[in-house]
T-cell receptor
Framework: TQLLEQSPQFLSIQEGENLTVYCNSSSVFSSLQWYRQEPGEGPVLLVTVVTGGEVKKLKRLTFQFGDARKDSSLHITAAQPGDTGLYLCAGSGGYQKVTFGTGTKLQVIP | DTEVTQTPKHLVMGMTNKKSLKCEQHMGHRAMYWYKQKAKKPPELMFVYSYEKLSINESVPSRFSPECPNSSLLNLHLHALQPEDSALYLC??????????????????FGPGTRLTVT
């Protein structure tokens, strides 16, 4: 069974601060996605990383895939209240099945 | 168009009722998924349809019955549910419906969900 552990589980920060969310596994994934979900809504895809060591930037968000493709991180610079939500990583290891991480609930206080 | 639509948005049903959840996508995706999500938890996979055929059933109780009438539509028929089945039910679709030969092909696009309450 593939497991993806995210840390921290909860994060409450002031507007303008930086933060990093980690997604770790003992399994290798062929690709990994990051999603953000707001209460009562479906997850929204932010990015997909597929190559070990890959770094992708999306405005103030920086995503990195580990060299061994077992872990990933999401760094947010100068967090805004609009960044508030549940952040989920999800790994694809094979036939269709996607493993979701345990989730990180982020609150950015104005 | 990267939209997945789900109806209804909210559903309240009794334990003896029969109801259906509907999901639709027009992105030409060949895989469609049903997930169940409890509050503050990640989505839990229930079913996967690939090229309109059921390919994964995660040991879901038979009171949940999926159906894929065509490549754009996915239904979830509900019967004799229990209060513990109350949750957000999410539909998703992805490009890849086969064996994962497309890198990144499992990017999933989610609908807004149906908030189900069983009384």
């Amino acid at each position: 069974t593939q497991l993806l552990e995210q840390s921290p589980q909860f994060l409450s920060i002031q507007e303008g601060e930086n933060l990093t969310v980690y997604c770790n596994s003992s399994s290798v994934f062929s690709s990994l996605q990051w999603y953000r979900q707001e209460p009562g809504e479906g997850p929204v895809l932010l990015v997909t990383v597929v190559t070990g060591g890959e770094v992708k930037k999306l405005k103030r968000l920086t995503f990195q895939f580990g060299d061994a493709r077992k872990d990933s991180s999401l760094h947010i610079t100068a967090a805004q209240p609009g960044d508030t939500g549940l952040y989920l990583c999800a790994g694809s290891g094979g036939y269709q099945k996607v493993t979701f991480g345990t989730g990180t609930k982020l609150q950015v206080i104005p | 168009d990267t939209e997945v639509t789900q109806t209804p948005k909210h559903l309240v049903m009794g334990m003896t009722n029969k109801k259906s959840l509907k999901c639709e996508q027009h992105m030409g995706h060949r895989a469609m998924y049903w997930y169940k999500q409890k509050a503050k938890k990640p989505p839990e996979l229930m079913f996967v349809y690939s090229y309109e055929k059921l390919s994964i059933n995660e040991s879901v109780p038979s009171r949940f019955s999926p159906e894929c009438p065509n490549s754009s539509l996915l239904n979830l028929h509900l019967h004799a549910l229990q209060p513990e089945d109350s949750a957000l039910y999410l539909c998703a679709s992805s490009q890849e419906g086969g064996t994962g030969s497309i890198l990144g092909g499992y990017e999933q696009y989610f609908g807004p969900g149906t908030r189900l309450t069983v009384t």
